[in-house]
């Protein structure tokens, strides 16, 4: 299974990203890591070099402040586009990132290409949950708007990589919405919910975003745009309560001795709700397996991203994928 990683992208690269690919190349010797990049770059940060792992040279970085369609076309030899080009030309069957990622929906859009009969791939993190099983989450800001008919497909992709990479043998498909009876929501989801009621998935209905974090569904649909605001809120929630705990906390010796009992549980519960904890984020749809990292991605997120390419490989992720959107157009053909 030969896995490209973008040596060049995230906040602490090439480091961090040498010292995971290290790490997973030394678990895992059915996998061949190709870090593409600077190659005296990333030399100067490998202590050791598996014999499972190369270096394939790139000249240029695309920067976190780059626009993603400008950077992915001009940059020809960026390490993010090379590690793409890899992945269409069939020398890499997956690709992973922590850089810029718009310009990684770009190179997987334009580089990569998208399964036929997928209109639009969808950025697929996953978000924490209270019992720790988390939901996967699509679409979380690849595309602004959607139609009912690519709900759908976010609807059938989201449950196959449940399936096939987490191991859930039905998984429970829910739809973002204002309201959980079937007749509640705006155009796009009302038209959406019998589509997937006649879907082969485990459809169980509209989720509210207030039971998002309970678990209510293993997978949540929604377009872009409602999905990225669902994110940021979660995300601005969190910061804001473990801001005021900090404070509280800090007032007085008597908090301060409190904070320092609570300290393990508190810090072990911030992990369990940090979706950046969860691993990399897969862009379903795409011709090819495409991973994206947090940007602030340390070299254990660069392990973990490796082992979940690998699980998705072992599995024929992207080939189930496409079978079954396939299989469904010739359904509606017919």
Excluded at 261 to 287: C, N, Q, S, V, W
Aim: hydrophobic share 45%; net charge neutral; charged share 25%.
């Amino acid at each position: 299974m030969r896995i490209a990683i973008d040596a060049m992208g995230g906040d602490h690269a090439p480091k961090v990203v040498v010292e995971g690919a290290i790490a997973a190349a030394k678990e895992w010797n059915d996998v061949h890591i190709i870090l593409v990049g600077n190659q005296a770059a990333i030399e100067s940060h490998m202590t050791e070099k598996p014999a499972n792992i190369t270096i394939r040279h790139a000249e240029e970085v695309i920067e976190a402040d780059d626009e993603p369609v400008k950077a992915v076309r001009r940059k020809k030899d960026a390490s993010m586009v090379v590690a793409g080009k890899l992945v269409r030309e069939k020398e890499a069957e997956a690709m992973i990132s922590a850089g810029n990622t718009g310009a990684l929906m770009t190179t997987g859009l334009l580089v990569v290409g998208r399964i036929p009969g997928i209109e639009r791939p969808a950025l697929a993190p996953m978000l924490p949950t209270m019992d720790g099983s988390g939901v996967l989450a699509l679409d979380l800001g690849a595309n602004m708007d959607a139609t009912p008919e690519q709900l759908l497909q976010y609807a059938i992709m989201g449950s196959i990589y449940r399936a096939k990479v987490h191991g859930i043998a039905k998984p429970r498909v829910g739809l973002l919405n204002v309201g959980t009876e079937a007749a509640k929501g705006n155009e796009l989801t009302k038209a959406a919910y019998p589509l997937m009621e006649q879907a082969p998935i485990e459809f169980v209905g509209n989720i509210e975003s207030s039971q998002v974090l309970k678990a209510s569904c293993d997978v949540i649909v929604c377009d872009g745009f409602a999905g990225n605001i669902m994110l940021k809120t979660l995300e601005g929630a969190a910061s804001a309560i473990f801001s005021a705990l900090r404070q509280e906390f800090t007032k007085t010796l008597f908090s301060k001795l409190a904070a320092a009992i609570l300290k393990p549980g508190l810090t072990k519960f911030r992990k369990k709700m940090d979706y950046t904890e969860h691993g990399a984020a897969p862009f379903l749809g795409l011709d090819g397996l495409v991973l994206k990292s947090h940007g602030s991605s340390d070299a254990n997120a660069i392990y973990n991203a490796v082992r979940q390419a690998r699980i998705a490989l072992q599995k024929d992720l992207v080939g189930t994928i496409s079978a079954e959107i396939s299989r469904g157009k010739r359904d509606m053909e017919s």
